[in-house]
């Protein structure tokens, strides 16, 4: 069992930021999914349990819900 790497089935945006570091066992790792914005987060020593917890990573995605959905 490899990363999960596949966009989601139709869907009209996503945005991706993944991870590379977490090790073994490797399904725990993040990679690259064809998505509108593909960002490896390894830099901010991240792992699979952390990386939704992480400023930059939360900031960007408020950022890009909010250039997406109107208000």
């Known amino acids: 069992m490899g990363a999960e790497n596949r966009r989601p ?6 945005c991706n930021q993944y991870q590379r570091n977490t090790g073994f066992p490797s399904y725990l790792n993040g990679g690259p999914s064809g998505g509108d914005d593909d960002i490896d987060r390894s830099y901010r020593g991240v792992v699979h349990g952390t990386i939704d917890d992480d400023p930059i990573v939360v900031e960007f995605l408020r950022m890009r819900f909010e250039q997406k959905i109107p208000r």
Do not use: D
Request: aromatic share 16%.
């Open 9 to 14: 089935l139709l869907s009209a945006f996503h």
